[in-house]
């Protein structure tokens, strides 16, 4: 039997927090992957550029075993809109993992599927985080029971390859990753606050809502 994975999208998403799990998950032997929404449809980025389908809604997908919600200046509405998060706490009772990308978390914690648990997202957004009821941890990917999330935006990848290991044996993971050509070897060495220039480190929290 497969296991059904839903990813919630929603206009103003984060392309990278879905699309990065979505070719690592869609690769593991027997899952259906499915994009849902609150009404079907395309839902644009947060630039504006890219559009991704949902095939359904919420209440065509209600027992998935896997849900990851990415991240995303549009899920902030989604912090009080009691559709989506009825959805989410009715998912999470029977998911076997219930996961998140970046500030996917705080849509999580916002259902109160995070509550006291350890978890993680953008570090931008931690306190936002612990304000919602998560006990926040600097890690890239965090798993507590069956839940797991990621940092920020290409954390995504590393959380989605932790899964596939969890899912499918750590040899499929490692295929997958080979497949994928997941190899970073960045120009840079500002990734992480702790890394990057004071001045940089503002300039983002300045752009962040």
């Not at 306190?127 to 920020?152: C, F, N, T, W, Y």
Request: aromatic share 4%.
């Amino acid at each position: 039997m497969s296991a059904r994975i839903a990813i919630l999208i929603f206009d103003e998403l984060t392309a990278l927090d879905a699309i990065g799990p979505y070719e690592v998950l869609s690769r593991v032997p027997e899952v259906e992957l499915r994009f849902v929404a609150k009404e079907p449809g395309t839902k644009r980025t947060d630039t504006g550029a890219l559009g991704v389908e949902a095939d359904l809604a919420l209440g065509d997908l209600v027992d998935p075993d896997v849900v990851l919600v990415p991240g995303g200046q549009g899920n902030r509405p989604l912090l009080e809109d009691a559709e989506v998060l009825d959805w989410l706490r009715t998912a999470h009772e029977g998911t076997t993992w219930t996961t998140s990308v970046c500030t996917g978390a705080l849509v999580l914690a916002a259902a109160g599927i995070l509550d006291g648990r350890r978890a993680t997202t953008h570090w931008a957004y931690m306190e936002r985080l612990a304000k919602l009821g998560a006990k926040p941890v600097s890690e890239r990917v965090v798993e507590d029971g069956k839940i797991m999330s990621a940092a920020g935006v290409s954390a995504g990848i590393d959380m989605a390859l932790t899964l596939a290991a969890r899912m499918a044996g750590e040899v499929v993971a490692q295929a997958i990753q080979l497949g994928i050509e997941y190899d970073p070897d960045p120009p840079f060495d500002t990734g992480s606050p702790e890394k990057a220039p004071s001045e940089l480190v503002d300039l983002i929290r300045a752009s962040e809502r």
